[in-house]
């Protein structure tokens, strides 16, 4: 059964950093791709980075320079680094691996905040 926990996600001023953590199990990790997503509230949801599990990254322009996408393998997990967080980056955020059959698992999502 695939599993997505998302984590690490808070309420952060603007400038500030946040490094989100997305736990996977259920399935080989090291062979799917992963991707990040995000929700703001009213708005529809939107990809945001992904990795391939060659590692080559590929982000939106909104977060470009800004975030991060890595994973680890050997703990199942994805990362998504955060840095000068912006308001407009507040938003639910979700992890998805890419699976060929085109199957979508999601989590739970972490919630993150961006405001003074």
């Known amino acids: 059964q695939v599993q997505l926990v998302e984590s690490g996600g808070g309420l952060v001023q603007p400038g500030g950093s946040l490094r989100l953590s997305c736990a996977a199990s259920?399935?080989?990790?090291?062979?799917?791709?992963m991707n990040w997503y995000r929700q703001a509230p009213g708005k529809q949801r939107e990809l945001v980075a992904t990795i391939t599990p060659g590692r080559i990254t590929n982000y939106a322009d909104s977060v470009k320079g800004r975030f991060t996408i890595s994973r680890d393998n050997a703990k199942n997990t994805a990362y998504l680094q955060m840095n000068d967080l912006k308001p407009e980056d507040t938003a639910e955020y979700y992890c998805r691996p890419v699976f060929r059959s085109g199957m979508e698992y999601w989590g739970k999502g972490t919630l993150v905040t961006v405001s003074s």
């Open positions: 259920g399935f080989i990790f090291s062979i799917n791709g």
